[in-house]
């Protein structure tokens, strides 16, 4: 396993671990903070559905050109890893520690299985991931879905960007106070992240 392998197993694993222990009221209590950005990403799934999904088949799959899930390429924050977490099921998360281990394309990213992504609620990098192209082709003749694209990008910003107490940070601290630590807790880690915090208006 290389290093990107290794991080994102001892966080799964970890996060996994942790929820079990979780007394029901606490586990009640997460899935209640995160049902608003569940929300969120089922308005973008729909949005996704409806304006991409025929371009990203056509120029993606059926030309073979995709550049979407590279190799070690997908930044996934440690709240992700809780949220889908929280979300799947424990066999969909098994599904996910194996293909960590032992990915099925040696040169795309270690969580495409031959059936699509296998997190149940992706990383948002991933989801609000388009291409120009698809986004041009998408977008050339509809303004209107075009501002909608970019009111999303903007909402985006509520969870993980941490100018303000966001939900992805608020998710690390969680279990940064049972005495966790990842390099995936980004938000509390990435020199670039913790200036952002530093220069939150008072
Ligand atoms: S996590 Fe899923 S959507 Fe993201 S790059 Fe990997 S396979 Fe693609």
């Given amino acids: 396993m290389n290093a990107y392998q290794k991080e994102q197993l001892e966080a799964l ?7 079990n222990q979780l007394p029901d009221s606490e586990n009640k209590s ?3 903070e995160i049902a608003d950005y569940l929300e969120f990403r089922s308005c973008i799934a729909n949005f996704l559905e409806t304006r991409f999904k025929d371009i990203c088949t056509e120029k993606c799959y059926h030309s073979r050109l ?3 899930c590279s190799k070690d390429g997908i930044i996934a924050f440690f709240a992700d890893v809780v949220i889908n977490a929280l979300t799947a099921e424990n066999n969909d998360l098994d599904r996910l520690e194996q293909a960590i281990e032992h990915p099925a394309n ?5 969580f495409l299985s031959e059936t699509g992504c296998l997190w ?9 991931f388009v291409c120009d192209e698809a986004e041009n082709r ?4 509809d303004p209107e879905a075009a501002k909608q694209w970019e009111t999303y990008r903007e909402i985006k910003k509520n969870y993980t960007w941490p100018d303000q107490p966001v ?3 608020k998710l690390e601290s969680f279990f940064m106070a049972k005495g966790c630590s990842s390099t995936l807790m980004y938000i509390h880690n990435s020199p670039g992240l913790l200036r952002i915090k530093q220069n939150r208006k008072k």
Avoid: G, H, T
């Fill in 138 to 141: 998408a977008f050339e003749n």
């Fill in 120 to 128: 149940q609620v992706k990383p948002i990098v991933c989801e609000m």
């Fill in 30 to 32: 997460l899935k209640a």
């Fill in 66 to 68: 995709s550049a979407c």
């Fill in 106 to 110: 040696d040169f795309k990213c270690i």
């Fill in 13 to 19: 694993q970890m996060i996994r671990r942790y929820l």
């Fill in 167 to 169: 939900l992805f940070e």
